[in-house]
DNA sequence: CGCGCCATTGAAACCCATCAAGCGCGGTGG
DNA sequence: CCACCGCGCTTGATGGGTTTCAATGGCGCG
């Protein structure tokens, strides 16, 4: 096998390969190997034929496309996700770009095998399809969050999500440059500072990379975080006995 | 079986459910049952619990969804189409609620035996992850949609799918009424009609339902569509051997 | 006939992008 | 050590696209 073993074994125990038998796994990653690639690297272009699973395991990846001179950000992944799942499915060609932010460390399965995994084993293929509901769920959220919230909402949530996610501390650190991060609430830098700056009065404060809550009740006054939009509860249920009930790779991935 | 041969034929030949063998097909559809609704009837609401996938037989539905007094209209779909397939799939609830848009006749299948059936027959769980997937692409085209292009360009592009589908004569007939088409063009009916006079420097003449084309080439110029973001060919490819590439029953289904 | 609903048109307000300039900080090189 | 430069972030001014509100006209239907 042309993959480390323990890679292998975080593959397995973070995706879905999870509940697969030893043979169906070894089926679905035959001929996978593990590739490295420095910052800003450009892994496919929109409409390129899709070869490959990419599984995510160290570092980062922007998934966007553009037309007409235009571009936008659609997702930012951090491992463990998969990404042009349903490309490879359907053995189609892709609908997103995806450029490394950091320096990544990317798993690359074949999609032959992926789909020959799947057309022998029912239960890796239906583990196939709730990652796929899993996304699909994920691009919903997103699209609610973009078309039903102004971008003071859409930050006023992604900060609660990730007070979530950091312990519900009082104090956060973002986890990416801040013109990463507008791009990935659709908006532009200038915005996110204005943004920014309107929560002042919702007690939020901002050093750099650090973002500090003094009320958080008034803030989510403002941003009425939903269940049905954002994903404050997928940490929880992963911790929970289910498997992957969305664990979306989709966009507001907010890693 | 509580529907009759000539409905499951139906759907059976229209949907996934097409290359499966009549044993899975039995098991997957297992207490599913045919149900008429009037229009402008709820089917089912944001955050419900999902029990049955639902496959529109005739009429048409809207998926739509809500926040803080806000609504959006997410797709409107017309025969034949699934919809809710990723909540079955996960067990999970509801993230857009539906509503008949006209009188439509909807197959109701439990979830219970949709899951089993993908779990007993690996042939058919792959062509439900064929449909997710198609689903999941349907949604990033959307995305791309919006994200990337202003409501005159979304309404070109509009224009010239429909002119494709409906045989590519110099005059079409609108599918829905103009505020519904305005909503699933994410506007409000205003900026529709503006948008549409716009169009009337490109040969584009409006009359009621009716929309004249007099100069195809430049409307073009305008509205650059993109196989990356728009589905001209799905039709192209439905008539070509393979099954169901991208039937997406996604926002901007454009029936 | 008249009521209601849809479509259209205009005026004002809003959100957001763009353009332009300035600030702060880290790295480089003199 | 410090001047300089580059880059990310911020702030202000302007303009464009879109929504909202309001008013009107057209059409179907009771």
């Given at each position: 096998?042309?993959?480390?073993?323990?890679?292998?074994?975080?593959?397995?125990?973070?995706?879905?390969?999870?509940?697969?038998?030893?043979?169906?796994?070894?089926?679905?990653i035959?001929?996978?190997?593990?590739?490295?690639?420095?910052?800003?690297?450009?892994?496919?272009?929109?409409?390129?034929?899709?070869?490959?699973?990419?599984?995510?395991?160290?570092?980062?990846?922007?998934l966007?496309?553009?037309?007409?001179?235009?571009?936008?950000?659609?997702?930012?992944?951090?491992?463990v996700?998969?990404f042009i799942?349903?490309?490879?499915?359907?053995?189609?060609?892709?609908?997103?770009?995806?450029?490394?932010?950091?320096?990544?460390?990317?798993?690359?399965?074949p999609?032959?095998?992926?789909?020959?995994?799947?057309?022998?084993?029912?239960a890796?293929g239906?583990?196939?399809s709730?990652?796929l509901?899993?996304c699909?769920?994920?691009?919903?959220?997103?699209i609610?969050?973009?078309?039903?919230r102004?971008?003071?909402?859409?930050?006023?949530?992604?900060?609660?999500t990730?007070?979530?996610?950091?312990?519900?501390?009082?104090?956060?650190?973002?986890?990416?440059?801040?013109?990463?991060?507008?791009a990935?609430?659709?908006?532009?830098?200038?915005?996110?500072?204005r943004?920014?700056?309107k929560?002042?009065?919702?007690?939020?404060?901002?050093?750099?990379?650090?973002v500090?809550?003094?009320?958080v009740?008034v803030?989510?006054?403002?941003?009425?975080?939903?269940?049905l939009?954002?994903?404050?509860?997928?940490?929880?249920?992963n911790?929970?006995?289910?498997?992957?009930?969305?664990?979306?790779?989709?966009?507001?991935?907010?890693?």
């Amino acid at each position: 096998m042309a993959i480390r073993n323990a890679d292998a074994e975080r593959v397995r125990n973070t995706s879905f390969f999870r509940d697969a038998d030893d043979e169906t796994f070894n089926t679905a990653i035959n001929g996978a190997f593990l590739q490295r690639f420095p910052a800003n690297t450009t892994l496919l272009m929109e409409g390129d034929t899709v070869d490959f699973l990419y599984i995510l395991l160290e570092g980062s990846v922007e998934l966007g496309a553009g037309w007409k001179s235009k571009d936008t950000t659609l997702a930012i992944l951090r491992p463990v996700s998969t990404f042009i799942l349903a490309a490879v499915v359907l053995e189609s060609d892709a609908l997103m770009s995806a450029v490394t932010l950091e320096r990544s460390e990317i798993l690359m399965v074949p999609g032959d095998s992926l789909r020959r995994g799947m057309k022998e084993n029912a239960a890796f293929g239906f583990a196939v399809s709730e990652e796929l509901a899993g996304c699909y769920r994920g691009l919903v959220r997103s699209i609610k969050n973009h078309k039903l919230r102004d971008s003071t909402e859409r930050l006023a949530n992604y900060l609660l999500t990730q007070r979530a996610r950091q312990g519900g501390k009082d104090e956060i650190v973002l986890p990416h440059e801040k013109r990463v991060l507008a791009a990935l609430l659709g908006m532009t830098p200038e915005n996110l500072s204005r943004a920014f700056s309107k929560l002042s009065d919702k007690g939020v404060s901002v050093d750099g990379a650090r973002v500090g809550f003094s009320n958080v009740t008034v803030l989510e006054r403002l941003a009425r975080p939903s269940p049905l939009i954002d994903n404050h509860y997928a940490q929880d249920r992963n911790t929970l006995g289910k498997a992957y009930t969305e664990r979306q790779q989709g966009v507001l991935d907010q890693g």
